[in-house]
T-cell receptor, first 115, second 111 residues
Framework: AQSVTQPDIHITVSEGASLELRCNYSYGATPYLFWYVQSPGQGLQLLLKYFSGDTLVQGIKGFEAEFKRSQSSFNLRKPSVHWSDAAEYFCAVGPMNTGFQKLVFGTGTRLLVSP | DAGITQSPRHKVTETGTPVTLRCHQT?????MYWYRQDPGHGLRLIHYSYGVKDTDKGEVSDGYSVSRSKTEDFLLTLESATSSQTSVYFC??????????FGPGTRLLVL
């Protein structure tokens, strides 16, 4: 079945440590790929997106993500986490079979940052 | 700022009553979307619109209807609210390269 998986419901990282959030998708053709962040009580903010080309994409707030076709993954990374990064992170895909018109979201990963 | 407003931002209602949520955009984008967000489910698409009077169902459309009589407004109606429709509702627009931008959300509690 077509799906988007974020295997980690919660992750706790020390401030200043590196971060990697995992996202895997199950679609026949490479979809469009997105990461969004949601702070408590807020809407979703786009961090970065991948459509084609360079598989390492840079986003806002110092985040980057790497597309790996062989692993059907699009993991989000940040080299040094700040306390303000505590939030919920959503991976989303825009499948080709919808004409890239719709998004399918993962269930989210909540990031906690410890002092 | 994606130029999206949602109203109301918070609403408490009773089971069986009709509820309408409004999404308003200021930039004349063709595509608009309604999602609901629930713990453990992420965001799920309810309905979307690809133009005035052009709408289609999403993944969780049962119990919801939508209307779009002008480009800037996309209305979501719960004809007879149920407790299972307690959720946070987000509107989104699509602009640029197939990218969706989200409104601030409406928190709905059905008692």
């Amino acid at each position: 079945a077509q799906s988007v998986t974020q295997p980690d419901i919660h992750i706790t990282v020390s401030e200043g440590a590196s971060l990697e959030l995992r996202c895997n998708y199950s679609y026949g053709a490479t979809p469009y790929l997105f990461w969004y962040v949601q702070s408590p009580g807020q809407g979703l903010q786009l961090l970065l997106k991948y459509f084609s080309g360079d598989t390492l994409v840079q986003g806002i707030k110092g985040f980057e993500a790497e597309f790996k076709r062989s692993q059907s993954s699009f993991n989000l990374r940040k080299p040094s986490v700040h306390w303000s990064d505590a939030a919920e992170y959503f991976c989303a895909v825009g499948p080709m079979n919808t004409g890239f018109q719709k998004l399918v979201f993962g269930t989210g990963t909540r990031l906690l940052v410890s002092p | 700022d994606a130029g999206i407003t949602q109203s109301p931002r918070h609403k408490v209602t009773e089971t069986g009553t009709p509820v309408t949520l409004r999404c308003h955009q200021t930039e004349n984008h063709r595509y608009m979307y309604w999602y609901r967000q629930d713990p453990g489910h992420g965001l799920r698409l309810i309905h979307y619109s690809y133009g005035v009077k052009d709408t289609d169902k999403g993944e969780v459309s049962d119990g919801y209807s939508v209307s779009r009589s002008k480009t800037e407004d996309f209305l979501l109606t719960l004809e007879s609210a149920t407790s299972s429709q307690t959720s946070v509702y987000f509107c989104a627009i699509r602009k640029g390269e197939e990218t969706q931008y989200f409104g601030p959300g409406t928190r709905l509690l059905v008692l």
